[in-house]
């Protein structure tokens, strides 16, 4: 287990015990970013130590931050790539998040059909 600036990474079945020491560091990178963000940097900053003795076969990004709901529930499973998946959703789903809160906190203020970054 490895304790970061209000964060903290712990594992099993790890390859190296560095996998944790380098998910907080990707956590830390880039303090500006959306907690979601700075979460999946982490997990991507861990698979590149090594990961898992075991190939990765999910992942999974959930977020409560300011509502006591998630705001990001995202996961992928039983995939050959889970956190590169993972980072994929994570670019589609990122853009349309305001307008997905907009509609849970207020919907008369939401669009009406479809929100920004929406494709078809």
Known sequence: MVVGDGCVAAGNLLKSTTVPEAMVAGFLR???????????QGLEAGLNAGGEVRQVRSAGLYV????PWPICDLRVDWHDAPVAELRRIWGMYQPQMPEYLTRALDPAAAPSYGVPGETR
Do not use: M
């Open 30 to 40: 880039e303090p500006e970013e959306h907690l979601a963000e700075r979460l999946l």
């Open 64 to 67: 409560v931050d300011r509502h």
